[in-house]
């Protein structure tokens, strides 16, 4: 609404103000491009691809797997979530998309409409060689640290545009608005989360250890999808945060489009044996960023490669650092 009428702000919280007709509708788009994003990524995860070379294994031996797994369950997300009445919208609408099912409960109804015949048994096999069409939501969090970039209270559109303005001379990261924040303070919150965030996954990869312990089969967090609603500006220095950006390079980003799923992908090398984040292409494009965008190997030796490029101070750089472990210095 407060991009339709700016004066909504001087009546209307910030955090108050809900989404037009569009912004649901734009919702509803980025919940359901999710969904296909994310069953595409299961059925090509390395994590998928094991576990049916397992499978094909057991069966050349004329072994059972007893708990087939990778045929039933669904891609995971745990969802965090900007506290403002439009990103709860959003995420109330992409959260419709992930659970509208071609093989949900609708069907479970529809086998037991069956013949009395049909045992429980044959039911649940039948289920199992149906595929899924669903995402399963393991938890969501409202997180304060998300929200937008703190403009100031009650805000007179036209002050607010001259500190705009200003933002614009002075420099997007360092700039504070008057009784707001600047977009270091933003910086500095989500540096924050996603310390929390990565207590969270050492927390779920331990209970995940527990259960598949305890059901004796091969469950693991590493079908778990996180997602971010939250707002341009703040998703941008997320971003700049995780993958250690320069301030001149958030100076360069722009804004996405309103609703735009911005994708980093888990990718796996198996030279070094480890698993790190890239940003997509697409995404790369609509925030106006440059070149690798990932954390295939440390920031600084990454910096030093792009400021020695075609000099032999490059070769003394690749002489002295190793290829390590960029888990070792970033957030999962």
Not at 107 to 124: F, G, L, M, P, S
């Amino acid at each position: 609404m407060g991009n339709v009428d700016e004066t909504t702000y001087a009546t209307t919280p910030d955090w108050k103000i809900s989404l037009t007709p569009l912004g649901i509708q734009q919702a509803q788009k980025a919940g359901a491009e999710l969904k296909t994003l994310l069953l595409q990524q299961q059925q090509r995860s390395p994590h998928k691809q094991q576990q049916q070379q397992q499978q094909q294994q057991q069966q050349s031996v004329g072994v059972k797997d007893e708990h087939p797994q990778h045929e039933t369950q669904p891609p995971l997300v745990l969802a965090y979530c900007s506290p403002y009445h439009r990103t709860l919208q959003t995420w109330k609408e992409i959260q419709r998309q992930l659970h509208n099912t071609t093989n949900n409960n609708n069907n479970h109804n529809h086998h037991h409409r069956k013949n009395d015949t049909q045992t429980k048994k044959e039911e649940d096999d039948d289920d199992e060689k149906k595929p899924r069409s669903w995402i399963q939501v393991i938890g969501m969090r409202q997180e304060p640290r998300l929200a937008e970039q703190q403009f100031g209270n009650f805000q007179n559109p036209a002050k607010v545009l001259a500190s705009k303005e200003e933002r614009h001379a002075f420099g997007r990261f360092f700039y504070r608005f008057p009784n707001g924040e600047s977009g270091l303070d933003v910086y500095s919150r989500v540096t924050s989360f996603l310390g929390s965030l990565n207590r969270d996954m050492v927390l779920l990869q331990k209970n995940s250890r527990l259960s598949a312990a305890h059901n004796n089969n091969n469950n693991n967090n590493n079908n778990v999808n996180i997602v971010c609603v939250t707002h341009g500006l703040t998703m941008r220095l997320f971003l700049m945060r995780y993958f250690q950006l320069s301030v001149s390079e958030f100076e360069e980003t722009t804004n996405p489009p309103n609703g735009q799923v911005v994708v980093m992908q888990r990718e796996y090398c198996p030279a070094t044996n480890h698993y790190f984040y890239r940003l997509q292409e697409e995404s790369k494009k609509v925030l106006n960023l440059k070149g690798d965008i990932s954390t295939e190997i440390p920031v600084f030796w990454r910096n030093n490669k792009k400021n020695n490029n075609n000099n032999n101070n490059n070769k003394m750089a690749d002489d002295l650092l190793e290829p390590t472990n960029p888990n070792d210095f970033d957030f999962p």
